[in-house]
C-alpha cells in the first residue's frame, strides 16, 4: 500500500508548502503544512477561538461520526520561530494521499497566536518527525506516518518540493523518475525528534567540495537554508552587493545578482543548489533588493537545510533503516 499528496508552495517566495488532508467521516478537508521538524498533527477546529480562527478552513470534532475524544490528553508546542499553539486531543480516521490512517490523535488547537491567526492558508500542521518530539500528555501520540509504516508497503516517505510548481509527498514507495542522480543514503539521527544528519563537506559556484562536515536537519517546515555563519560568509563574499540588512534581518543583495551555486556532500553524492533558488524573494513588492535564502543559523543553534535545500532534491526519509537520501533533481 502507498500514498502519493500533491503540495504548493503557498505564495511567491516558497514561503511554506499545503497539502490537502482528510479528517474525520465524512471527510473534512484541511490544509496542512507537513513539517519533518516537528511531531504534532495540529489544527485549527470547532473549539479555536472565532477571531483566531476567522479565515481558517476549520475542523469539526462533533461532525464527524468516526471522530473520539482523547479524554485528559492536552498538547502545547512552540517552534523555532516562537509560534506556538496548544488544545485538547481527539482521535479521528485521517486520510493523505489516499491512504488511511483509522485512529490518528488528531490535536485540536484551543489556543493559537498571532503568527498562525494570520497565517491563513494553512490550517495547522502534520508533523512528520519522530514519535519522540510528540507534545501530547499524559500520553505520546504517534505521528500519522509512524501510525501508516507498518502497512505501507515501505516504511519511508519522500519529499519532492519544487519552487513555484506542485511537488508531492510520496508514502510507501520512492519515484525515482522524480530525480536525475542517484540518491546518496546517510544515517538519520531522530533523538530529538526530528531528522538529523551530516554533510561532508560544501562548496560554493561548483567548486570541488572542502572536508568540512555540517550537521543539522531537514526540515520541510523551515523555508530557508540556515547554516554557520563562516559558511554564509564564504557564500556570500562571492555576491558583488551583499550586505547583511539590519531591518530585514538577514543578507540581502541586488535582486540583479547572477548568484553562484551551493553544494554540499551527503551520503556519497553532491546535492547542487542553483545560485536562482538563494534569491528568495524580493524584500518588498517591486524592489530590487532581494532577500536571500541562505541565512545564519547562529540564533538558532542547529543547522536547517530548509525548503531553499530541499527543492534541489528528492528526500527520501526512511524510517526503516534511520536513514536519509538525497538525490539531485
Ligand atoms: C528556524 S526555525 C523557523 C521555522 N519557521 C520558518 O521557517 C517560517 C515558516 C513560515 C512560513 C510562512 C508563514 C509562517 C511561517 N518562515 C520564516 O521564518 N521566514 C522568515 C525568513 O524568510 C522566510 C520565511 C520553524 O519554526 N519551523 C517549524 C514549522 C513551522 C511551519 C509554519 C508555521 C510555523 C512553524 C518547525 O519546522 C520547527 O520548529 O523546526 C525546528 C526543529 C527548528
Do not use: M
Not at 469539526?60 to 486531543?89: C, E, F, M, Q
Not at 572536508?211 to 526540515?219: E, H, L, V
Not at 557564500?235 to 530585514?248: C, F, I, L, R
Request: glycine residues 12%; charged residues 15%; contains cysteine.
Amino acid at each position: 500500500q502507498t500514498g502519493s499528496a500533491n503540495t504548493n508552495p503557498s505564495d511567491s517566495a516558497d514561503d511554506e508548502y499545503i497539502t490537502n488532508v482528510s479528517i474525520g467521516t465524512p471527510a473534512q478537508v484541511l490544509p496542512l503544512d507537513f513539517d519533518t521538524g516537528s511531531s504534532d498533527l495540529w489544527v485549527f477546529s470547532s473549539e479555536t477561538p472565532k477571531s483566531s480562527a476567522s479565515g481558517h478552513v476549520t475542523y469539526s470534532p462533533s461532525k464527524s461520526s468516526t471522530a473520539k475524544k482523547l479524554s485528559g490528553a492536552s498538547w502545547s508546542i512552540t517552534y523555532g520561530d516562537h509560534s506556538s499553539s496548544s488544545g485538547d486531543v481527539y482521535t479521528d480516521k485521517v486520510t493523505v494521499g489516499g491512504f488511511s490512517v483509522s485512529s490518528q490523535a488528531v490535536e485540536s488547537a484551543t489556543k493559537v497566536s498571532t503568527q498562525f491567526v494570520q497565517d491563513t492558508v494553512i490550517s495547522g500542521l502534520l508533523g512528520l518527525g519522530f514519535d519522540v518530539g510528540n507534545t501530547v500528555k499524559p500520553r505520546a501520540q504517534k505521528t500519522w506516518f509512524s501510525n501508516a509504516a507498518n502497512s505501507l508497503a515501505q516504511p519511508l516517505f519522500t519529499a519532492d518540493l519544487k519552487h513555484q510548481q506542485t511537488g508531492s509527498y510520496n508514502f510507501g514507495f520512492i519515484d525515482t523518475t522524480l530525480a536525475k542522480g542517484p540518491i546518496g543514503y546517510t544515517p538519520a539521527d531522530g533523538s530529538e525528534g526530528y531528522w538529523g544528519f551530516t554533510a561532508t563537506g560544501y562548496s560554493v559556484g561548483g567548486a570541488k567540495l572542502n572536508r568540512n562536515s555540517i550537521t543539522g536537519i531537514a526540515d520541510t517546515g523551515t523555508t530557508l537554508l540556515l547554516l554557520d555563519d563562516d559558511v554564509v560568509n564564504a557564500y556570500y563574499n562571492n555576491v558583488e552587493s551583499a550586505q547583511y540588512d539590519d531591518s530585514q534581518q538577514g543578507v540581502v543583495f541586488d535582486c540583479s545578482e547572477d548568484l553562484p551555486s551551493f553544494s554540499f556532500g551527503v551520503g556519497g553524492t553532491t546535492i547542487t543548489i542553483p545560485g536562482s533558488l538563494i534569491n528568495l524573494t524580493p524584500v518588498s513588492d517591486g524592489s530590487s533588493t532581494c532577500f536571500g535564502g541562505l541565512q545564519s543559523s547562529a540564533d538558532i543553534g542547529i543547522n536547517i537545510f530548509g525548503d531553499v535545500a530541499l527543492k534541489a532534491a528528492l528526500v527520501v526519509f526512511d524510517l526503516g533503516n534511520e536513514r536519509l537520501g538525497w538525490a539531485q533533481k
